[in-house]
């Protein structure tokens, strides 16, 4: 059995917890190496009793991250005292941690808290074999050293990989955003030119602004597909500044009109003859270029 269906297989979870599961799944999208070792790492974690500790760039999802660690590991589970081991009690940074007897108690802000006190919970972990226990951080442009030494070889680490080293995942990772999100009309996807704007894109806010991202494309717009014109003008904006200078074969005479083309036929949404309308040639003149230049 592969990694993607274990996964798929593992997610049961009654209706109440589908939400919140349809979120933390969005960061198995994909097919890049970053992707696969995400899937193949989760499921080791998932089998493992020890203290986790998951760190990520700001908005990279940690909580997801642990959201499903915590369903793989003990979602089949039934415990013998009648209790809920799928519960995962979440405390924010300065909250006390709950005490449960069973299930999993995920750690937020595990850097803002006091040394002397992630030393303490770090060893209530090593203790407490009934409670599986998650300790999240997220940093800036670098995990700090001193949350890295306190938990090292105490328990296991797992880091997520920024959205710009998961750029082949993109398109993935929009269709699983887009289904999760409340539509009023069918979206089936993203024109080349709004995938290859989202590709330029530096993504500092990393899940967390993709997400917001492609909620507002699809508000502004109004076709079957999330097109260029529907991008917000600061992502857009980006991406052009971010592109690379050309070489010599991309500044050919031939290499601008196949983009100019390619660029008129995703705003003529595929309709040649209103591309061939926009571009001032004839329709057959059109249809000859598209053929030429390898479109058709």
């Known amino acids: 059995m592969n990694n993607a269906t274990e996964l798929s297989q593992a997610f049961t979870p009654p209706s109440t917890t589908a939400p919140s599961l349809a979120a933390s799944r969005l960061l198995l999208a994909g097919r890049s190496p970053e992707a696969i070792h995400l899937r193949t790492r989760l499921l080791e974690l998932s089998r493992q009793p020890r203290a986790l500790f998951v760190s990520g760039p700001m908005g990279s999802g940690t909580i997801r991250a642990a959201a499903l660690v915590h369903h793989l590991g003990q979602g ?35 850097e803002q808290r006091a040394p002397v006190e992630r030393a303490r919970l770090l060893a209530r972990a090593e203790l407490d074999s009934r409670v599986r226990w998650i300790f999240c951080t997220e940093h800036g442009d670098a995990l700090d050293t001193a949350t890295l030494a306190a938990v090292r070889g105490r328990a296991e680490h797992l880091a997520l990989p920024r959205l710009s080293e998961r750029v082949d995942d993109l398109e993935a990772l929009a269709l699983q955003s887009m289904a999760t999100l409340p539509l009023v009309r069918p979206v089936g996807g993203l024109s080349s030119a709004a995938l290859d704007c989202l590709r330029r894109y530096p993504w500092p806010g990393e899940l967390a602004e993709f997400e917001a991202v492609l909620r507002e494309a699809v508000l502004a717009g109004a076709g079957v597909d999330v097109e260029l014109r529907d991008l917000p003008k600061e992502v857009k904006l980006r991406a052009a500044v ?10 050919s005479l031939e290499h601008a009109e196949r983009r100019a083309i390619r660029s008129v036929m995703d705003y003529a949404e595929g309709n040649k003859r209103r591309a061939a309308r926009i571009l001032g040639i004839g329709k057959t003149t059109l249809y000859r270029k598209l053929k030429l230049l390898g479109f058709e």
């Open 76 to 110: 089949a589970q039934v415990p013998a005292n009648g209790g809920d081991t799928r519960a995962m009690l979440c405390c924010a940074p300065g909250e006390a941690p709950p005490s449960p007897t069973s299930g999993t108690v995920c750690v937020l802000g595990f």
């Open 242 to 251: 971010d592109l690379p200078a050309p070489s010599e074969s991309e500044m």
